[in-house]
């Protein structure tokens, strides 16, 4: 995958902030494409309107004009600090998820960026319902911008590693984590929570020990770190500074937990949906941690995933 294709969304009325041009640079840093885009929120009453009245139509063209001039302005002026950027800009009527899925579809975005920072947020990592509906309905790489205070340092991927199935799938996630981390310099942390749940039948069943289960852990423990070594083989040229992490516990409730310590500045998550079950367009855990995740996030679908827009 490469990294050098990017809609960014920006609301209208919406101020280019740090959190812009953190991806900015970003961009500039690998001579990225880079399409400016703002959707009006389509108004169904006024859609109807304009079936009886010119005016409505002219409200609806002149609105399209002004955001196109808009986003043509900030490409002026970002033009200058970014010259390794080719700008475009792209204005959408309609409803807002959707209208950004659809254009990175059709724009072949090799990533979406969103500013999650908002001023009405009541919290650290409250996302908006937008970005969450992008999130989940995207087959693009989402990175959820949702602070700016540094630059980027240290990157955490989370690995999944309790199925097999999730093998190519979890390549992926690291081949992602990695550019990602060449382009910004960071630093990587493969990271799997892990527990054995099993403990408790072991103890019952078979009797199990503190000194069996402990030989048990670690001998599964040991067994992990090895497969978390292989993720990172076909890496081992890259000059990113990798490192491997095993956290005991839940995943969505002991990763937000690490990243928080560690200062974390960017969470790269899979997220594995389920499309044949109605509102679960995300996996169950990855949208639990990004709920509560205070720093950015980039989450990655699996090829399979079919977007339904």
Not at 79 to 106: C, L, M, W
């Amino acid at each position: 995958m490469k990294l050098n294709r990017l809609l960014v969304t920006i609301a209208p009325e919406q101020p280019l902030n740090d959190s812009f041009h953190q991806a900015f640079w970003f961009a500039n840093q690998c001579s990225a494409r880079v399409i400016l885009l703002t959707v009006i929120e389509e108004l169904s009453e006024l859609k109807e309107v304009a079936n009886y009245s010119d005016t409505a139509v002219n409200i609806i063209e002149e609105a399209q004009k002004f955001y196109h001039h808009q986003l043509n302005q900030h490409v002026e002026v970002l033009q200058a600090q970014y010259p390794n950027i080719t700008f475009d800009t792209h204005v959408r009527i309609g409803i807002p998820h959707i209208e950004i899925v659809k254009e990175a579809n059709s724009s072949l975005a090799s990533m979406v960026i969103i500013d999650s920072t908002r001023a009405d947020k009541k919290t650290a990592c409250q996302r908006g319902r937008n970005t969450l509906n992008v999130i989940r309905k995207s087959e693009v790489p989402i990175w959820s911008i949702s602070s700016y205070s540094k630059p980027i340092e240290q990157v955490v991927a989370a690995v999944d590693l309790s199925n097999i199935e999730y093998q190519e799938f979890n390549k992926k996630l690291v081949a992602l984590a990695v550019e990602y981390c060449e382009i910004t310099g960071a630093d990587l942390t493969l990271c799997h929570a892990w527990r054995l749940d099993s403990e408790g039948y072991l103890r019952k069943w078979s009797g199990y020990d503190d000194n069996d289960i402990e030989q048990l852990s670690q001998k599964m423990k040991q067994e992990r770190i090895e497969r978390l070594k292989s993720l990172l083989t076909p890496h081992q040229n890259s000059p990113v500074n990798t490192k491997i992490e095993i956290v005991e516990g839940e995943a969505r409730e002991v990763l937000p937990l690490y990243a928080s310590a560690k200062g974390v500045d960017v969470v790269i998550l899979g997220s594995l949906s389920r499309t044949g079950i109605a509102g679960f367009l995300m996996g169950n855990t990855a949208e639990s941690m990004i709920n509560q995740l205070s720093c950015s996030v980039l989450t990655l679908k699996p090829d399979s995933f079919e977007s339904p827009v």
